[in-house]
C-alpha cells in the first residue's frame, strides 16, 4: 500500500503541474485579449482624431477660400472705385486746365547717339562756321537788344548754334556773354545758352539770374519722338528774375503751330501776372488757344502753385480753377490731385 502511495506522487506532481500552467495560459490569454481591446479602442480613438483633423483642414480650406473670394471682391470693388474716380475726374472732359509743355530734354545728341530731324543731321556743317561761343552770343545778343526775336530763332536753329547748345550736358551749366562782377560771376547784363535750345538775355546778379530777362526754348522734333505734341513751337517768360528764378511780375507764353495741333486740344497760350519761384502765385490772367482756332480768356488766382477753386460746382475730385471773362458761368476744372506746382515747369530746378 505503502508502495503505491509512493508511486502515485509523481503523477499528482504532473498534474499540478499541468494546471499551473493551464491557469497561466488562461491568465496570459485573457490579458492578450485585454490589450488587443485597449489596442483596438486607442486606434478608434487615433481615427477619430484623424476624422477631426479632416474637418478641420477642410474647415481651414474653406476659409481661405472665402477670404480668396472676399480679396477678389475687395480688389474688384476697388478697381470699379479706381474706375468711378476717373470717370469723375473726366466730368469736364472739354473743360480742363491744359499743363502746358513738360519738362523734358530735345539734346541732339542722345546716349552718344546722333538724332535726326526729317533724316538730316541737324548738325551738320556745324564747324563750317568757324566761330566761337562768345562771338555767337555777341551775334545774337545785338537781335536781342532790338527785340527782333524771329532773328533770335534764326540764329538758334543754325547748326552752329545747336552745336553749342547740344555740348552742355549739365541743366545747371551754360555759355554766357556779357557784365561780370569782380569775382568774374555773370553780373549787369549778359546773354546766356543752355541745354536743349534754350537762351537767356537779361540782368544778372553774383551769377544768377535776377533782376528783369527774358527767357526762351525753341523746340526741335526729332525723328525717333514719336510722343512729343509739335503744336509747340516754343516757350517764353519774360519778366522780373530773383535766385535765377521767375519772380515778380511776368509773362509765360508759348508760341504754337496750330496746323500741328491734335484734335479737340487746348493749349496754354498765355499766363501774365505774379509768379513766385517759379510758381503762379497771384492774379493770373490766361488765354488758351483750341485746336481750331478758338481762342479764350480767364481769369484765376494762385497761391505758390495752387489754385485757389471758385465755389459754384466744386465737388471732391475736381475744382474750377479759372473763370471765362466773358462767361461767368464757364470754368477751367483741375482735378484736386493735380492742383499743386503750377508753373513754369520748364525752369524748375
Known amino acids: 500500500m505503502d508502495d503505491k502511495k509512493r508511486d502515485l506522487i509523481p503523477v499528482a506532481a504532473i498534474a499540478l503541474f499541468l494546471v499551473i500552467i493551464i491557469a497561466l495560459c488562461a491568465v496570459r490569454l485573457h490579458q492578450r485579449r485585454e490589450t488587443r481591446a485597449e489596442i483596438a479602442e486607442t486606434e478608434s480613438t487615433q481615427i477619430w482624431y484623424s476624422e477631426e483633423q479632416a474637418e478641420s483642414a477642410e474647415s481651414e480650406t474653406k476659409d481661405a477660400a472665402d477670404q480668396t473670394e472676399e480679396t477678389t471682391a475687395g480688389k474688384k470693388q476697388t478697381a470699379e472705385r479706381g474706375q468711378q474716380e476717373d470717370e469723375t475726374l473726366t466730368e469736364h472732359p472739354d473743360s480742363k486746365l491744359p499743363a502746358g509743355k513738360g519738362k523734358e530734354s530735345q539734346g541732339a545728341k542722345q546716349e552718344g547717339n546722333l538724332r535726326t530731324v526729317s533724316g538730316n543731321d541737324p548738325l551738320s556743317g556745324a564747324e563750317s ?37 547740344s555740348d552742355i550736358s549739365d541743366a545747371n551749366s551754360f555759355y554766357y556773354y556779357g557784365e561780370r562782377s569782380s569775382a568774374g560771376q555773370p553780373d549787369g547784363t549778359g546773354i546766356a545758352c543752355y541745354a536743349d535750345n534754350a537762351y537767356y538775355y537779361g540782368e544778372w546778379s553774383n551769377g544768377k539770374r535776377e533782376g528783369n530777362g527774358k527767357w526762351v526754348r525753341f523746340y526741335v522734333y526729332y525723328d525717333d519722338d514719336t510722343t512729343s505734341d509739335r503744336a509747340y513751337r516754343e516757350h517764353m517768360y519774360a519778366g522780373e528774375w530773383k535766385n535765377d528764378l521767375p519772380d515778380g511780375e511776368g509773362q509765360e507764353h508759348y508760341e504754337l503751330d496750330m496746323s500741328k495741333a491734335a484734335k479737340k486740344e487746348r493749349y496754354i497760350q498765355n499766363v501774365i501776372g505774379t509768379f513766385r519761384s517759379g510758381f503762379y502765385s497771384g492774379e493770373m490772367y490766361l488765354t488758351t488757344l483750341n485746336w481750331d482756332g478758338n481762342q479764350e480768356e480767364w481769369n484765376g488766382f494762385a497761391d505758390a502753385g495752387i489754385w485757389s477753386p471758385y465755389g459754384a460746382g466744386s465737388n471732391r475730385k475736381e475744382v474750377p480753377v479759372c473763370q471765362d471773362v466773358d462767361d461767368d458761368n464757364n470754368y477751367l476744372w483741375l482735378s484736386v490731385r493735380d492742383n499743386k506746382n503750377r508753373g513754369i515747369y520748364e525752369l524748375m530746378p
Open 129 to 165: 562756321a568757324n566761330k566761337t561761343n562768345e562771338e555767337m552770343l555777341l551775334e545774337m545778343s545785338g537781335y536781342w537788344e532790338q527785340d527782333n526775336m524771329d532773328a533770335v530763332e534764326d540764329l538758334a536753329m543754325l547748326p552752329w548754334y545747336m552745336r553749342m547748345s
